[in-house]
């Protein structure tokens, strides 16, 4: 099967979530033997370092991008506000996008133009112009959702109103765009649910974040100390992270630094703010961008997930827990995965409930090692890339054929 992977952002190096699941699937497509062809958008948030792209990734992808400024403009930012277009979603069009885009599709046929969330949505005229392949759209989120819980969530007038005119015109794109593809595929199921009910008569499954479980190998069943450390790692340019990262340092960590000095609380990530980093909280060190995601949570013993918004999966999760680490996050940043708490992870939505969490495992630290193995054990089965890649493939015929 020829599938050319139109994304919003280069899926290599992977620095965020975003990324690696783009990542999974053109490798989870590769490993079955498909033939596969990625378009990026080269950004300045995310730049396209072609040099630093293993050549086999770049021979077998036949990887090309196109540079564009998507970097906010406030006098486009505030008249796309006052409009039904979505400024979130135009800043990513580019008429020389366009003509590369169309230039792969005139020279070359496709059974599958994968088009990686809805900030691609603008080049579906192009695809229709220039093929006849099946277009299909991986929904990362429910993107209003985002703005509408960032929007409950703030005090101030002003971006309350900006938050809310987003998550406004975000909705109608969503609510619209189903309607030109020929599937779309979702990253959770309370994703699907949504747009099975904007768009009942359009084609769609869930295809979950997948990961091989051969990269996240780790040591025997581990006991945290008395003393344990906390931590947490994600892309802090991402409004959620921060609502998310300030609430915890405002709200939740003074109470358990109070009842335990000793505990250490490490924050990594890209992008991290002057709003955080100056901050001078008790036993924290920001730590900025990591070498090794995975070396960095397995050093520590829990870690901390507190969003208050958001919509998807959120990746770290799935990565922690399949290092076998305890996770403490809210009802939102479970959303989507198939856990239960105090099983698979905890779920704190209270600055009250995460030092009961605390609590619960400094006082029975053998209930790490059971959680850190379910864990594993439930994303080893819900987030196998082999078998997803199945799924998904299975999903491309089905469009293929209707």
């Known amino acids: ?15 965020d979530g975003g990324c690696i699941a783009m990542h999974n699937i053109t490798q989870g497509l590769l490993d079955s033997g498909q033939d596969v062809r ?51 979603i135009s800043r990513f069009y580019s008429k020389e996008m366009a003509d590369k885009l169309a230039k792969i599709l005139s020279s070359e046929s496709f059974d599958i133009v994968h088009v990686e969330s809805i900030y691609m949505t603008p080049y579906i ?9 099946k277009v299909v759209l991986r929904m990362h989120n429910i993107e209003h959702l985002i703005w509408e819980r960032l929007a409950s969530n703030e005090s ?7 938050y809310r005119t987003n998550c406004n015109q975000l909705r109608r794109v969503e609510e619209q765009i189903l309607n030109v593809v020929d599937g779309y595929m979702t990253i959770s ?45 994600g892309s802090m340019n991402w409004s959620p992270n921060i609502e998310g990262m300030e609430w915890f340092l405002d709200d939740v960590w003074p109470a358990i630094h109070e009842k335990y000095p000793k505990l250490t609380f ?43 918004s958001g919509s998807g999966i959120r990746i770290k999760i799935v990565e922690a827990m399949a290092l076998g680490r305890v996770v403490i996050t809210t009802s939102v940043g479970a959303e989507g995965l198939a856990v239960e708490s105090g099983k698979h992870l905890f779920i704190a939505d209270t ?11 400094i006082a029975t630290p053998d209930i ?9 054990d439930v994303i080893s089965v819900k987030h196998n890339n082999t078998i997803i890649t199945e799924k998904m493939l299975d999903f491309y015929r089905q469009t293929i054929q209707s």
């Not at 101030?156 to 900006?162: A, H, I």
């Not at 909280?281 to 997930?305: E, K, R, S, Y």
């Not at 600055?351 to 495992?361: H, N, R, S, T, Y």
């Open 1 to 15: 099967m020829k599938i050319l992977q139109l994304c919003h952002k280069p899926p290599l190096p992977q620095v």
């Open 38 to 88: 990625v378009l990026a958008v080269s950004t300045p948030k995310h730049p396209v370092k072609t040099e630093a792209l293993p050549e086999d990734y770049l021979r077998r992808t036949r990887f090309e991008s196109v540079y564009i400024d998507t970097t906010p403009k406030a006098g486009a930012a505030m008249r796309s506000l006052l409009h039904r277009n979505s400024y979130q």
């Open 125 to 133: 005229p192009v695809i229709r112009r220039h093929s006849k392949a």
């Open 156 to 162: 101030n007038l002003f971006r309350k109103w900006v």
């Open 189 to 233: 199921e309370p994703d699907f649910n949504y747009f099975r009910i904007t768009a009942p008569n359009v084609l769609g499954t869930i295809v979950p974040f997948g990961i091989d479980m051969d990269n996240y190998e780790v040591e025997d069943d581990y006991i945290p100390s008395e003393n344990p450390s906390l931590c947490h790692i």
């Open 266 to 308: 490490t924050l990594a990530g890209r992008n991290i703010p002057g709003s955080i980093q100056q901050r001078h909280d008790p036993n924290v060190t920001i730590a900025g961008a990591v070498a090794d995601a995975n070396a960095f949570m397995l050093d520590h013993d829990f870690m901390v997930v507190p969003l208050l």
């Open 351 to 361: 600055p009250e409930e995460f030092l009961a969490v605390i609590d619960k495992c």
């Open 368 to 376: 790490c090692s059971i959680i850190g193995e379910n864990a594993r």
